[in-house]
């Protein structure tokens, strides 16, 4: 099973800027992050196959960019403009749904890493 490491969270005000980083195991068909917040469902942020074509949810199109260095097998996620209600738990993912992926939803998951904090202050 694909081995997965989140590094970057962290705390930052409204209006800031904060990147994740996993390094993989191996790169899977596609991959991406989600979150969850406490007591609140969980939420696909972004995905990016291995072509290179990548998916949002709508809540953080535009100021998320998803990114993978193939040589280094790590995965990016790039968070601009963070708002309080990203505060969340957020987990690099993969093992994709791929019928998911190929619609341009953000898919499900089978794989995920240990989580990295994101709090975010008005």
């Known amino acids: 099973q694909t081995q997965l490491e989140e590094s970057g969270g962290g705390s930052v005000q409204a209006g800031g800027s904060l990147r994740l980083s996993c390094v993989a195991s191996e790169y899977t068909y596609c991959m991406g992050w989600f979150r969850q917040a406490p007591g609140k469902e969980r939420e696909g942020v972004a995905a990016i196959d291995r072509r290179g074509t990548t998916t949002y949810a709508d809540s953080v199109k535009g100021r998320f960019t998803i990114s993978k260095d193939n040589a280094k097998k790590v995965l990016y996620l790039q968070m601009n403009s963070l708002k309080p209600e990203d505060t969340a738990m957020y987990y690099c993912?993969?093992?994709?749904?791929?019928?998911?992926?190929?619609?341009?939803?953000?898919?499900?998951?089978?794989?995920w890493g240990q989580g990295t904090q994101v709090t975010i202050s008005s």
């Open positions: 993912a993969a093992d994709c749904d791929a019928k998911m992926m190929a619609s341009g939803r953000v898919p499900d998951f089978g794989a």
